[in-house]
């Protein structure tokens, strides 16, 4: 069975351009949740996405918003990039609010 | 959301058995006990899962005691590959809804 899996691996952007980030759960999994994760710190919630609707966000700026397709995979996109919005970019997936299993993550780097 | 506090880091040998605990006064009724191990760079992994006495899997035991007020993550006979951070994270296993708090972790570091 498939991992969650997170693309790209890499993301290089410059301040004030937009990001994209993609996630497909694991096969079955209906919730997505996405984590920020800044050099040294632990993760931060950032959004969870459950039967393709916003569940619960965590205390990030509107410019980071996403959606979760109809089957199941999810996008977050990041506007208006600052430099401190350079980190690993985590998503995860689980069954209704069970144990989360993680994807390898997209660093983002913003220059 | 019950907040967590752990040892921000832990240094042991290989083949030693390393305990690590996590204090949560707040756990509420319907809150399970979650550990999670991160590589650097990569995302957390599930290790274990527990309510409430003891949980064993081939990774690692969760200890609970009756006040459930702490939990303890028995790792038997640590390698250097056990090197890692590690979460302690407390939430409901449900349909209601909530945001994991992962917190800083305690960073394990393993030598020979």
């Known amino acids: 069975e498939a991992g969650v899996t997170q693309s790209p691996t890499h993301l290089i952007k410059t301040r004030g351009q937009q990001a994209t980030l993609r996630c497909s759960p694991i096969s079955g999994h209906t919730s997505v949740y996405w984590y920020q994760q800044a050099l040294g710190l632990g993760l931060q919630f950032l959004l969870w996405?459950?039967?393709?609707?916003?569940?619960n966000r965590g205390n990030f700026p509107p410019r980071f918003s996403g959606r979760q397709f109809p089957n199941y995979s999810s996008e977050l996109n990041v506007n208006a990039l600052e430099l401190e919005d350079s980190a690993l970019y985590l998503c995860?997936?689980?069954?209704?609010?069970?144990?989360?299993?993680f994807g390898a993550g997209t660093r983002l780097s913003v220059l | 959301l019950a907040k967590t506090t752990q040892p921000i880091s832990m240094d042991s040998y290989e083949g030693q058995e390393v305990n690590i605990t996590c204090s949560h006064n707040?756990?509420?009724?319907?809150?399970?006990i979650t550990w999670y191990q991160q590589f650097p760079s990569q995302g957390p992994r599930f290790i274990i899962q527990?309510?409430?006495t003891k949980v064993t899997n081939e990774v690692a035991s969760l200890f609970i005691p009756a006040d459930r007020k702490s939990s303890t993550l028995s790792l038997p006979r640590v390698s250097l590959s056990d090197t890692a951070v590690y979460y302690c994270l407390v939430g409901e296993n449900s349909n209601s809804g909530y945001a994991l708090n992962f917190g800083k972790g305690t960073s394990l570091l393993v030598t020979p």
């Open positions: 527990g309510y409430k």
């Open positions: 707040n756990i509420a009724t319907n809150d399970y």
């Open positions: 996405y459950d039967e393709g609707e916003e569940r």
């Open positions: 995860a997936s689980s069954r209704a609010q069970n144990i989360q299993y």
